[in-house]
Structure formats: C-alpha cells, structure tokens
C-alpha cells in the first residue's frame, strides 16, 4: 500500500474534492478495502461536493470497482450504532 500518491493529490485538487472525502478514501486504503488503481478520474467526478454530501457515498462509489469495498463496513457500523445510541429523550 502506497501512503501517497502524487498523482492522486493532483487530481483530488483539480476536482476539488473534499477533506472529508479524502478522509474516508484514505480509510479505505488504508484498510485495505480499496488499491490506489481503484482511484479514478470517473470516481472522484462523482464524489465532488461538500462533506455533508459526498463522504457518505464514497464506500458506495468504490464498491463499482472493489469488491473489498462494501456498505458492511467496520466504520459504518460504528457510524450506525453511534447514530442509533444519539436518541434524545
């Protein structure tokens, strides 16, 4: 696994692409779920816009081109379960 990748840093750039994207893209990476080849122009054309919109599709996106890359995720089960514990009374 390759920490970074100049190529891809040039590109996330040019299209603008969110922290939070960029997070969650890292995190894939860096699980394994998702090589650095999985990155593409296409991709990152639909993961443009704010955090609030586009990091939650990023799993979503790289599931087209990476079968590791799934919903079912550890994060978004801790995510789901965080969100379900936030119940106000």
Sequence with gaps: MQA???TIQRLMEEKGISRGVRYQIARLLSLEEIRSKDITSDILEELRGCN???APRVTQ???K???NANDNSVF???FA???AANVRF
């Design 4 to 6: 970074h990748c100049p």
């Design 65 to 67: 081109t990476s079968p």
């Design 61 to 63: 996106a790289f599931s």
């Design 52 to 54: 609030k919109d586009a």
């Design 81 to 83: 379960q965080e969100k």
């Design 76 to 78: 978004d089960q801790a």
